[in-house]
Nanobody
Framework: QVQLVESGGGLVQTGGSLKLSCAAS????????MDWYRQTPDNQRELVAA???????NYSDSVKGRFTISRDNAKNTGYLQMNSLKPDDTAVYYC?????????????????WGQGTQVIVSS
């Protein structure tokens, strides 16, 4: 079993910054990709940033130049640095990861989501 736990959300003023973290726990052998999605108050889910092994980072047009995705493989933790925040960035942010974990007997693929962390940007 793999568990993803996000943290770092909160309330920030327009123009401010937040750094989200996504800690993956379990007997993880390898994380092949880690992405960040967000779900807005009107229930639209958007892929914000993506990073797969061997690929560069990809961003939605709405956050390009303001957000940076990164990962610390030694800690199995991903990050989303969010700068120049706008009210339109208000959403619940979710971490998604894929990879391989060891269940005690076999190596198996995982494809999991975190529980989400709320980001509110006030105008």
């Amino acid at each position: 079993q793999v568990q993803l736990v996000e943290s770092g959300g909160g309330l920030v003023q327009t123009g401010g910054s937040l750094k989200l973290s996504c800690a993956a726990s379990g007997s993880i052998s390898r994380i092949s990709r880690m992405d960040w999605y967000r779900q807005t108050p009107d229930n639209q889910r958007e892929l914000v940033a993506a990073m797969a092994n061997g690929d560069g980072a990809n961003y939605s047009d709405s956050v390009k130049g303001r957000f940076t995705i990164s990962r610390d493989n030694a800690k199995n933790t991903g990050y989303l640095q969010m700068n120049s925040l706008k009210p339109d960035d208000t959403a619940v942010y979710y971490c998604h990861a894929e990879g391989i974990y060891y269940d005690g007997s076999y190596y198996r693929p995982f494809n999991d989501w975190g529980q989400g962390t709320q980001v509110i940007v006030s105008s």
